[in-house]
Each structure stands twice: as structure tokens, then as C-alpha cells.
């Protein structure tokens, strides 16, 4: 079965791609949605002893994590290492269940791919991009997004040309939904045909 990561930076529309793959029936493995089910499950103890105050009605509150990694971004490796553990054994159980029912290609939603070494957990990098005026713009729009917040994002993740230079495939999200879509289509195509 192949593995298809896919990544972008904040506010590039990977989520919006990662629809239109399971538009085409392909199945997504959403490292995010993961996270969000470990904080409300395994990652509650291990986090509430590392970060005191973060575990609010037996769940991590990502607003009080949030504020507590902004205080001192170096506690992030301590996050890391209790939750991408957690993450990879979920992925991991959920491609072979995957693999034993028959699907071929299986697409793994990871916004930190590059960053994490986690393309080594994918056979192919697709990577979304768009102008930079168009990513400040769809990320400041967000709800409780701030020009701080945004830069601390931004420190995080590793420049956009770095990842189009390390991308099997690029999908400009910037020139419309249409474009993205046909884009996704043609990467499918090129899979199947083993051109790639």
C-alpha cells in the first residue's frame, strides 16, 4: 500500500486538499484529528504532569497548552516527545487496518511532516503552497489568531521553498479550488500509472 504524506505550512488550504482526496475516495489519516482525540484520552496524564494547569474537565485545553508553549517555546520538545509517540502508534494502526481491507494508497495528513522527519513514514510528499499574501491572509482571518501567534507558527515550521524543493508534488492552492482539484486528480492519476 502506498503512503502518501501531506503538508504545508499554516494557512496554505492542506486541509481543504486533504478533503478533496477523500472526495476521490481515498482515505485520510488526519495527524491532527489524532492529537485532538489523545488530548481528550492517553495524552491527558502525561501532559498534566509536564504542563501543570493545561487539564481542564478531565481534557488538555489547547488555549492554556498554547499559553503555557508561548511562555517558553523550548517545552516544546517535552510535548513532542509524549505526543508524537501516541500519534505515529494510532497512524500506524489505522494504515494496516487500511492495508488488511484492501485500500492502496492511504493519505497521511501531517502539518509538520518536514519538521518531524515524518516523510520517512511516506512513500510520496504531496505539498500545498500558496503566495504569502494569500497564506497572511487566510491565517489571520482565523478565530483567535493574532500577528504573534502566527509568528510563532511560522518560527516552528520549516520556509515553503524548502518544502516545494523536497515535494514528489505541489498543489498551488492559490489559484482556486478548480485547480487544486484537477491537481489532486492528476497526482492520482500519475500513482496509479506508476509514473512516479
Not at 478533503?19 to 488530548?39: K, M, N, T
Not at 481534557?59 to 517555546?73: C, G, H, T, Y
Not at 478565530?143 to 508534488?169: N, V, Y
Request: aromatic share 4%.
Amino acid at each position: 500500500m502506498l503512503r502518501l504524506g501531506l503538508t504545508g505550512s499554516i494557512g496554505m488550504g492542506k486541509s481543504t486538499t486533504a478533503e478533496l482526496f477523500r472526495a476521490e475516495g481515498v482515505p485520510v489519516i488526519d495527524a491532527d484529528s489524532i492529537v485532538h482525540d489523545l488530548y481528550r484520552g492517553e495524552a491527558v496524564a502525561p501532559l498534566g504532569d509536564a504542563f501543570p494547569g493545561v487539564v481542564v474537565d478531565g481534557q488538555v485545553d489547547r488555549q492554556k497548552l498554547s499559553a503555557a508553549l508561548a511562555e517558553a517555546p523550548d517545552r516544546f520538545r517535552v510535548l513532542e516527545a509524549i505526543v508524537h509517540p501516541l500519534v505515529w502508534k494510532r497512524e500506524k494502526a489505522l494504515i494496516d487496518a487500511y492495508r488488511e481491507s484492501g485500500e492502496r494508497l492511504v493519505v497521511l495528513d501531517i502539518p509538520l511532516l518536514f519538521e518531524n522527519k515524518a516523510e520517512q513514514r511516506a512513500d510520496k510528499v504531496v505539498v500545498v503552497t500558496c503566495a504569502p499574501e494569500i497564506q497572511r491572509e487566510r491565517v489571520l482571518e482565523r478565530p483567535g489568531m493574532t500577528e504573534e501567534k502566527f509568528a510563532l507558527i511560522l518560527s516552528r515550521q520549516m520556509p515553503d521553498a524548502e518544502k516545494r524543493k523536497r515535494a514528489d508534488f505541489i498543489i498551488d492552492t492559490g489559484r482556486g479550488l478548480e485547480h487544486a482539484r484537477v491537481e489532486v486528480r492528476r497526482i492520482l492519476d500519475t500513482l496509479e500509472n506508476g509514473d512516479q
